[in-house]
């Protein structure tokens, strides 16, 4: 099975951005649909983005649709999330997560595989 590990978190000011990375392990990720997920303090799972195999398709919510960009290099097993303009309230753990299935679910349940997350925190 595939193992993920999540790096680029940190604190950042409003309007900044990010670059989180995704690497995985023991397993070829184009098999997989990849997404981001993020968990404030308090908070369910929420969907921030997701990828199709063969990074054909992105999809976002609208929170973060325009400021967020999910992306994939198959060849190096990694999957990215660009962010920029963030908000405090981008403030989270981030999660990467692998779905064996072909297309994209918006639901925390629908992913395999899980990272150990990564903190953003934006100050105001």
């Known amino acids: 099975q595939v193992q993920l590990v999540e790096s680029g978190g940190g604190l950042v000011q409003a309007g900044g951005s990010l670059r989180l990375s995704c690497a995985a392990s023991?397993?070829?990720?184009?098999?997989?649909?990849m997404g981001w997920f993020r968990q404030a303090p308090g908070k369910e799972h929420e969907f921030v983005a997701a990828i199709t195999r063969s990074a054909g398709g992105t999809y976002y919510p609208d929170s973060v649709k325009g400021r967020f960009t999910i992306s994939r290099d198959n060849a190096k097993n990694t999957v990215h999330l660009q962010m920029n303009s963030l908000k405090p309230e981008d403030t989270a753990v981030y999660y990467c997560a692998a779905r064996r299935a072909i297309y994209y679910s918006t639901y925390y349940n629908g992913y395999d595989f899980w990272g150990q997350g990564t903190q953003v925190t934006v100050s105001s």
């Open positions: 023991g397993g070829t990720l184009s098999s997989y649909t």
